[in-house]
């Protein structure tokens, strides 16, 4: 048969309730089939496994029965995977069905729709490039573009300034995104607010306190430190705190 339909894959969106999901791609059996549940709270994407999270109805399958509807948050890619395997065997002087060989092509077709799709969520280099560079993986080193901006490199781990930088603050304040570490060097009890905990996901702070007044550091909007509370205080001369964001919240770690 002609193949017109180029979609492979399907996201839906999680609502806590609906657990029907439409296939919307061509299939010829249902083990072709692969469902996987995204969590962006965790941050996680989960193979599910067909009878203990799901079932098919129809054979070519039509939709994915959810036993447990996707909540929100989640979204559940409903997605078309071949096995790469010949299955038409060729005999010498043997009937030459085109059936038979239609059925091959159309599977190369599949295939190659299952490539395209997986490649065009893949990093790739725009199409001036011509000769981006090969490597061989080294430890304490990264992926970096070059001075030219026409290929890659590898770069030393430690030759990596972090983006974000050390400020020294006198008087109550605002914490930057930018910011790393945090001296609090005032000569009077002093405020630093920090930046919504959503805006800042997986940010991280150091405050260190060098004078003999309190340095209070103050949750933006309902976020909450620990989950318990809405400010902490360096007191001690010395006094240090290293927060992290988590996207919904501040947690300390020492």
Known sequence: MAISNQTVKTVYNGNGSTTTFPVTFDLVGNSEVEVYLYSSSAATITQQT??????????????????????VGEKLVVIRKNPLTQAVD??????FLAEDHEDGMDKIMRVVQEINERV????SFSKQVENPLEFVPEG????AV???ADGIELVDLSTVSNTQGMRTVTGSDSILTTDYAILAKASADIVLTLPLAAGAAYAEFTFTHISNYQTMILCSGSDQINEEQTFITLQNYGDSIRLKSSGSGWYIFR
């Open 50 to 71: 067909i009878s203990t999270h799901y079932t098919l109805t129809g054979s070519p399958a039509t939709a994915v029965e959810m036993i447990t509807a996707p909540a």
């Open 120 to 123: 065009s969520r893949s990093v």
């Open 146 to 148: 070059n001075a030219d």
């Open 140 to 143: 304490g080193k990264i992926l």
């Open 90 to 95: 060729y005999i010498g002087a043997g009937t």
